[in-house]
């Protein structure tokens, strides 16, 4: 009793060990059912006779491990369904790191911490993804580490965050997102500050050692660390802190032989560095499309996502309330810093920033940090952020600007950071 497809419909047939690859096309919706057996999209298992719907420009691969009919609704820009995946090599991986999860268990030592590494648009948060999925759908409870500053699988662009992982990916809209931890970077390529971009991956590996420390599932269930795709020079010297900050167990670099040998050679023997190919589904993404996924992020996060709706407050908040920082310092040759004052120091400082008209339209995180406590000035730089607002508008004569806030006044905090990232609110 195979339900027919409506009107508009494809139906495709997968053979086992396939998967069908469709993208959306810029202003539609395509709806994916699953019809007969056994399907999931990255890791999160399908009901069947469910009508899943992905917005415009998602490009999504259904895989089945044991063969399946899916239908498709709506307007794809491609949709064909592909032999050739690497889903075997990954489900190995998954099945390594759960053997490894198991040892942690029987010995009472520490789950496995991954790093996921590779140039831009090879699948790392997809593979991330997968994997955290593929744990959790086993009953462990790895954490997620987000050091994606441009494309946050987690909070909104410019941030680093973990996440305790609790249940499957939804398919349509991701990981749950439920009190991440979430440290503001400030701007969407770790190059623009190194420095704090370093600090930083070392405060989330303190707070996770921390965690482990106290909860056994959290120990156990290990982390998988999603990276930049800048992997040359100082990215490099990023992604070897990281390894050595969260002292990583294995290294999975996607489809970057070179990487791979440089990793090889530059991190302690017993760290397992791996190499896995792409999935030839992955889709190169344009600048002009990275840029419009950070800014759909921003929207969801004050918007909400399809059907939970989030209704903003916006309101005025004087400049003689709040203090405005940036951090970090343009950087000045070492011959004229202050004596013993390194170039660090200035990557590091918080800088205050006069609030004025060019304030508008620029993200701020409000910082964790007590009021005062920038007196630590370390204080602010490393505390947490507990949420976000947009400058919508400033009045300079009256000396408040208005903004975007998901909750009502007052702030809960006055400490503020700048971003260098923008958001335009069309509502
Ligand atoms: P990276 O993190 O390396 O930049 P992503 O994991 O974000 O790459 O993948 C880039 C894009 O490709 C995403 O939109 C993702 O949904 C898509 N994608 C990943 N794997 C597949 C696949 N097998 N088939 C189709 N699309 C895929």
Not at 128 to 137: E, F, K, T
Not at 158 to 172: F, H, Q, Y
Request: hydrophobic share 35%.
């Amino acid at each position: 009793d195979v339900p027919v497809p409506g009107a508009g419909g494809t139906r495709f047939d997968l053979e086992k060990e396939t998967e069908l690859r469709f993208e959306v096309e810029a202003g539609e919706r395509v709806q994916l059912e699953l019809l007969t057996g056994l399907a999931e999209v990255f890791g999160s298992e399908l009901n069947r006779n469910k009508k899943y719907t992905f917005g415009p420009g998602s490009k999504i691969a259904v895989f089945t491990w044991q063969g399946c009919g899916v239908c498709l609704y709506g307007k794809t820009e491609v949709a064909y369904v592909s032999k050739d995946t690497p889903m075997l090599l990954y489900l190995n991986t998954h099945a390594a790191l759960e053997q490894m999860r198991r040892l942690a268990e029987r010995d009472n030592e520490r789950g496995p911490r991954v790093m996921v590494v590779g140039p831009t648009d090879v699948g790392k948060s997809t593979v991330c993804r997968l994997l955290l999925s593929y744990a959790v759908r086993l009953g462990r409870r790895p954490t997620l580490v987000e050091l994606d500053v441009g494309q946050s699988g987690v909070s909104v662009p410019g941030t680093m965050s973990a996440l305790c992982i609790e249940r499957p990916a939804d398919v349509e809209e991701g990981f749950s997102v439920q009190a991440p931890l979430v440290f503001h970077f400030g701007s969407t390529s770790p190059g623009t500050n190194i420095k704090l971009y370093n600090k930083l991956t070392s405060s989330l590996a303190e707070v996770f050692s921390q965690r482990c420390e106290v909860n056994r599932k959290a120990s156990v269930g290990g982390c998988i660390i999603n990276t930049c795709g800048w992997v040359k020079g100082s990215g490099y010297q990023a992604l070897v802190h990281c390894a050595s900050a969260f002292e990583v167990d294995v290294v999975l670099v996607l489809d970057q032989e070179r990487l791979y040998n440089e990793l090889k050679r530059d991190l302690p023997h017993f760290v397992r560095v791996v190499l896995l190919p792409k999935s030839g589904g992955v889709v190169e993404r344009s600048k002009e499309c990275r840029r419009e996924t950070r800014d759909e992020k921003i929207r969801e996060y004050f918007y909400g996502f399809r059907g939970v709706s989030f209704y903003p407050h916006a309101f005025d908040v004087r400049f003689s309330d709040v203090r405005i920082y940036k951090i970090g310092a343009p950087s000045i040759p070492d011959s004229c810093l202050p004596l013993g004052m390194s170039q660090d120091d200035t990557q590091l400082k918080l800088v205050p920033v006069t609030p004025g008209r060019d304030l508008t339209h620029h993200v701020l995180s409000v910082s964790c940090a007590e009021d005062g406590e920038e007196g630590s000035r370390r204080g602010v730089v490393e505390s947490p952020v507990c949420g976000f607002i947009v400058v919508t508008a400033v009045d300079t004569q009256a000396q408040v600007m208005t903004v975007l806030s998901p909750a009502p006044r007052p702030l809960p905090r006055h400490t503020l950071l700048i971003m260098d990232i923008r958001f335009i609110d069309l509502k």
